[in-house]
């Protein structure tokens, strides 16, 4: 067997999940989606999208998350997969560099057609779907990274896809995988580029909405009969550098929801800059006067990981969620981080002000050695002389400093604004892993949410 054949044999032979840690960490990826995906519902752009679609038309299938209203399967893999990821609010994985949920769960609560009786398709068998896709785009992520995201393509576009394919192929048994593997593969596209704009989100949308499409054009015949890991033509010796990085010895040990883990977000822009945020609401809390700031050094350790963090000199808040500046200077003048301060309008002159006082390093003297591989320090210079610094090693959110329980139901509370529904919602998600089919889950809350 080729190497794909392999993956595709492992990922067919992989038994429903039953570890209650793995499942655990399912239940809370599925959480925070909702809560994501909820959050945004009255977002403008999401509106924008969504008056396309119900322009286009269509056989109305399946579930557009949060609206009463359903669609083609197409169009709500393509929907709910940016609004999932358009306030930048949704979960991110270290391996992957870029956001799994919002492309796996997308198609694969899409593939549920509810225009049928249901077809009881096992909440359990959804939970392990789910996990192998985000296994997959792991296992993708770190065979082509870092090369593939500094050379520019946005991850959770080129692997989202393939991941979520994946997924649905598993939640149906279907024959076809290693043929799933070369049509999707063939359509994975997505350029860093276009962060700081809505096309960055509807790449999580076109993902999801490829996985859809992948699977329905095999199911109506089409063939793909190739090796999408050919050592020359293949995905990684195209979006990578080769086959070498790629081993399936280490399948799911640990399970990659589990470790390293998904990072969930309190916060309307990218994770990168989460280490800048922590640092600056410390530094904050030192009441010092940002008048009597000479200069601010923001040190990035390793070289590129501010990679995401493409604007230094942003001219929007929308922007500003993929600037370490922006992001700092609210900090430092006290600002909330809330969804307001990341919209289209243009950044305040008090902030543009201190944001050209700061620089970008990647070597500083004197930091102290700590177990990481990844950290930031922030040290801020002031006209008399003196300084101040902080390092973030572990920002509040990621795997290792990880929000409670409590948090992350006061995350979907707010999206929801309904205690009630917040709750059942909770408690359904929870009884997927004990007996609640996926069919049942959408027919529940499809007309509630």
């Known amino acids: 067997m080729n190497l794909a054949q392999q993956l595709a044999q492992i990922i067919q032979q992989t038994p429903v999940i039953s570890d209650?840690?793995?499942?655990?960490?399912?239940?809370?990826?599925?959480?925070?989606?909702?809560?994501?995906?909820?959050?945004?519902?009255?977002?403008?752009?999401?509106?924008?999208?969504?008056?396309?679609?119900?322009?286009?038309?269509?056989?109305?299938?399946?579930?557009?998350?949060?609206?009463?209203?359903?669609?083609?399967?197409?169009?709500?893999?393509?929907?709910?997969?940016?609004?999932?990821?358009?306030?930048?609010?949704?979960?991110?994985?270290?391996?992957?560099?870029?956001?799994?949920?919002a492309v796996i769960l997308s198609a694969l609560f899409a593939s549920v057609r509810l225009d049928k009786p249901p077809t009881n398709i096992d909440g359990r068998r959804f939970l392990t779907a789910y996990v192998i896709g985000i296994e997959v785009m792991a296992l993708?992520?770190?065979?082509?990274?870092?090369?593939?995201?500094?050379k520019g393509w946005h991850a959770t576009a080129t692997l989202g896809g393939i991941a979520a394919t994946v997924a649905i192929c598993y939640l149906y048994q279907e024959p076809f995988l290693t043929e799933a593997f070369a049509l999707a593969a063939t359509q994975a596209a997505g350029m860093?580029?276009?962060?700081?704009?809505?096309?960055?989100?509807?790449?999580?949308?076109?993902?999801?909405?490829?996985a859809l499409q992948t699977v329905e054009w095999l199911r109506a015949g089409l063939t793909a009969d190739q090796n999408f890991l050919d050592e020359n033509l293949g995905f990684l010796a195209i979006y990578g550098q080769n086959n070498e990085q790629l081993t399936l010895q280490q399948w799911a040990k640990p399970w990659k929801i589990v470790e390293p883990g998904l990072w969930f977000k309190t916060y309307s822009y990218c994770s990168a800059a989460a280490y800048?945020?922590?640092?600056?609401q410390l530094l904050y809390q030192q009441q010092f006067k940002p008048d009597n700031i000479a200069n601010i050094t923001l040190c990035f350790a390793?070289?590129?990981?501010?990679?995401?963090?493409?604007?230094?000199?942003?001219?929007?808040?929308?922007?500003?969620?993929?600037?370490?500046?922006?992001?700092?200077?609210l900090t430092l003048l006290g600002y909330p981080l809330d969804f307001e301060r990341f919209s289209p309008e243009p950044i305040a002159d008090n902030i543009v002000s201190l944001m050209q006082k700061m620089q970008r390093h990647y070597q500083m003297a004197n930091t102290c050695h700590k177990s990481s591989n990844r950290y930031v320090v922030v040290e801020i210079e002031f006209l008399s002389g003196n300084k101040l610094s902080q390092r973030i090693d572990f920002p509040k959110g990621s795997p290792q400093n990880p929000y409670t329980n409590e948090q992350m139901r006061l995350k979907l509370?707010?999206?929801?604004?309904?205690?009630?529904?917040?709750?059942?919602?909770?408690?359904?998600?929870?009884?997927?892993?004990?007996?609640?089919?996926?069919?049942q889950f959408l027919q529940r809350h499809w007309l509630t949410l």
């Open 20 to 101: 209650r840690i793995v499942i655990r960490r399912a239940i809370a990826g599925v959480t925070d989606y909702f809560a994501s995906s909820l959050q945004a519902q009255n977002d403008a752009d999401a509106q924008k999208l969504l008056a396309w679609l119900t322009d286009e038309g269509g056989h109305q299938r399946a579930w557009l998350v949060g609206r009463k209203q359903l669609a083609t399967a197409r169009q709500a893999a393509l929907f709910n997969g940016f609004q999932a990821h358009c306030l930048d609010y949704d979960d991110v994985h270290a391996d992957v560099r870029g956001h799994p949920s």
């Open 140 to 150: 993708l992520g770190k065979s082509v990274n870092p090369y593939h995201y500094e």
């Open 192 to 210: 860093r580029l276009l962060m700081g704009t809505p096309i960055k989100f509807l790449h999580a949308g076109l993902a999801a909405q490829q």
């Open 276 to 280: 800048i945020a922590d640092a600056g």
């Open 302 to 329: 390793p070289p590129k990981s501010d990679a995401a963090l493409i604007y230094q000199s942003p001219t929007t808040g929308e922007q500003g969620r993929f600037s370490a500046e922006y992001i700092l200077a």
């Open 413 to 439: 509370l707010q999206a929801v604004g309904d205690e009630q529904k917040t709750d059942n919602l909770l408690a359904d998600i929870e009884q997927l892993a004990n007996g609640l089919s996926l069919d």
